[in-house]
């Protein structure tokens, strides 16, 4: 990480907020819209996969848009994520970290892992800081359901997992708690289990329900307290894995049976989709598209709906903004507690 380049963008972001002007901190680029998987809980699990391929292929970003977009982006932020659809399936992903490494930013890739073999895995290293496997169950029979994947597919993922191991590429795996999957982090089968696949940091939240499909994936209000109760019990009782979803958020949801926030944190990430285009994620505006190909980031930050929904308080979930939409204090205590973690592994 360029240290000095990341504060003199906190410190132009900050002196933003002083005045009253919301910037996004974070850059997530979805990468393409195909996905090999099928979840559930995901709209890139679209059983017709042929079809998503063919609109990958019409609408997915060239290697030199994305570059364009990326570039016209880095100055704002201080950390990208790079996600999908699946974005190994994508040939050219490895230029593209390279190039946002090229721009001093530091890279996640968010990826369900079943691909990683097909890397040049010593240049991927170079170009990425952390890979977030997301691995909803380290049970194959709940892998496979919440996945929609045969078995083999687990494997590999397991597989991938030791490649990645090997060639010392940071890694840690993130889980959506659904309710076929409640039962390995009541037992806490998922945290013994990620301890023997050398496995270090973990991360999970309930899964939010998809507002376009007429099922819901989450548990009972009595699992959810089961779960809650038995991960706030591993947390004071083992150090490894680490689990970067603090107790704040279990305890919430025991309480009030959902999560609680200070502001709601979207207008502090820039989510830019497949084809380029930018809107407020919010299930309120519906003609809010902006592409970042014609406009830049100022002029798409200055928009009317960035300043709304920093004053909603009308969802119920914001299982993955959980983190951003809390108050500085909660995000201070978050970042100490991670400090405290790296301290202990290094001092042993």
Known sequence: MDVIRTIKVLGRWSLNRMQGKRMPLIAVFSMTHYCNYYCAMCPFGDPDKDAQMRLAMHRDLSTEQWKAIM????????????EGGEPTSRKDILELLEHLKSLSLPVTMITNGSLLHTLDLDRLKQCVDY??????????????????????????????????????????????????????????????????????????????????????????????????????DYMKRHDEPFILIPPLYWEQIIAYGRVLFDECGVWKSIFVNA??????????????????????????????????????????????????????????????????????RHLG
């Open 275 to 344: 084809d380029g285009t930018v809107m407020a994620p919010c299930w309120k505006y519906k003609d809010n598209v902006y592409n970042l190909l014609e406009h830049d980031v100022d002029y798409i930050w200055s928009r009317k709906e960035w300043d709304e929904v920093k004053h909603c308080k009308e969802c119920d979930v914001l299982a993955c903004i959980w983190y951003s939409s809390q108050s500085p204090s909660v995000i201070a205590n978050g970042y100490m507690r991670g400090i405290r973690m790296l301290l202990r």
């Open 71 to 82: 570039s016209k982006v880095a100055p704002h932020v201080i950390w990208s994520i790079v």
């Open 131 to 232: 890979i977030c496997l997301s691995i909803d169950s380290l049970k194959q029979d709940s892998y496979c359901k919440v996945r929609g994947v045969k078995p083999e597919l687990f494997n590999r993922v397991m597989s991938n997992i030791m490649l990645l191991k090997d060639h010392g590429i940071k890694h840690y795996i993130n889980s959506v708690i659904t309710k076929w999957n409640t039962e390995e982090f009541i037992t806490h089968e998922y945290f013994d289990t990620a301890r023997s696949l050398g496995i270090r940091t973990v991360s999970m939240t309930f899964v939010e329900d998809r507002s376009d499909v007429n099922y819901s994936l989450l548990p009972d209000r009595h699992t959810m307290v089961k779960v809650c109760n038995s991960i706030l």
